[in-house]
């Protein structure tokens, strides 16, 4: 069964997967590996291309705003700045969301999720 994951949902997914075990940090680390997946996976991704000159994504920071509204990531220290996913959302919301995807979008989200973690360790 393929689902259509809102901007919030998909980056939430894929940080979930990522597994990143320590905070994250909103800046061009985060912002580049998004980048990246805008262009080589576009159908899923493609929203989340970032501004060169500023090296930031709008969609990214307004999908990772609206986590922090509805309680799925927490703020550690500057929560504008570092955060991390909550337990209900990695064990949950994420794992209810990636039962309803199909074989190529969870590959997709497996593959930029794994990138992540690379590019964050």
Not at 3 to 10: E, G, M, P, V
Not at 51 to 61: F, G, I, Q, V
Not at 105 to 118: F, G, P, S, Y
């Amino acid at each position: 069964m393929s689902k259509t994951l809102s901007k919030a949902d998909l980056i939430l997914v894929t940080l979930a997967l990522a597994d990143v075990p320590h905070r994250m940090e909103r800046g061009p680390a985060l912002a580049s590996v998004f980048d990246e997946a805008s262009r080589e996976f576009a159908d899923l991704y493609g929203e989340f291309a970032w501004n060169p000159d500023y090296e930031a994504s709008k969609r990214l920071n307004e999908a990772l705003n609206l986590l922090d509204l509805t309680g799925m990531v927490v703020g550690d220290n500057m929560p504008t700045r570092y955060f991390r996913l909550t337990k209900q959302a990695k064990e949950t919301y994420s794992k209810e969301l990636l039962d309803a995807l199909d074989r190529p979008q969870l590959d997709t989200i497996k593959e930029v999720a794994h990138r992540l973690r690379k590019r964050l360790e």
